[in-house]
């Protein structure tokens, strides 16, 4: 049986967008947590994920005791690679959960964008739930960010947290928006002022 992220379990299987220059080895993480309250979820310890990375199979790590299991890969292509953990859970059914890596290889510059009340005009009843996200974006802000997508590399950094990724992800392919990573705010690894969270990842 195939569990998909999102569906009813017991589980919470997340991955999150990864940026890397061509040539170099890029940090994949994977996060596997019990269900809990919202961005409270206790970490499932000592469980093995698989990686794959356009479907095949590059390597595994047992989870510590947040849940993160991480590897490292090199990319030696440019182009977007799709990444894939999944987890097989004793029963033998299999969680899974997709993101992508972005592989660069030209010196365009990378305009980084924030989500929340600068391209989109958020409700947050929206973003809880597996419903849709039917907050709209900013007048014009699909068209002047696909525009710029030509000149540069654009990178979404929000302050929403990981577990709302897959939902942000699909809001953004479904107004318009260029692809680019989306990277998301995680309780256990970074500060809990928005402000130095995004300092942090963007600097490190």
């Known amino acids: 049986m195939l569990l998909l992220a999102g569906c009813s379990s017991p589980y919470l299987l997340t991955v999150e967008d990864v940026v890397c220059p061509v040539g170099q080895k890029a940090r994949l993480v994977g996060k ?18 698989e990686f794959f990375v356009d479907g095949r199979p590059v390597g595994s790590d047992d989870t510590d005791d947040e849940g ?8 030696d292509t440019a182009g977007r690679r799709v990444l894939e953990i999944r987890y097989r859970d004793r029963r033998g059914d299999v969680h899974q959960a997709t993101a992508s890596v972005f592989v660069w290889g030209d010196r365009r ?43 540069f590399h654009v990178v979404y950094l929000t302050a929403r947290p ?7 992800r699909r809001w953004l392919a479904d107004n318009g928006f ?24 963007w600097t490190t």
């Open 109 to 151: 510059p990378i305009l980084v964008v924030d989500i929340d009340d600068t391209v989109s005009q958020t409700k947050k009843r929206y973003l809880l739930g597996d419903g849709m996200d039917r907050s709209k974006p900013l007048p014009d802000a699909p068209a002047v960010l696909s525009e710029l997508a030509g000149r």
């Open 178 to 201: 260029p692809r680019g990573p989306v990277l998301t705010w995680d309780i256990d690894e970074y500060e809990w002022s928005s402000t130095e969270y995004k300092k942090t990842v």
């Open 32 to 49: 596997l947590e019990y269900r809990g309250l919202v961005v409270f979820n206790p970490g499932s310890e000592d469980r093995d994920l």
């Open 68 to 75: 993160y299991a991480k590897l490292k890969h090199r990319f």
């Open 162 to 168: 990981r577990e709302m990724a897959i939902k942000t």
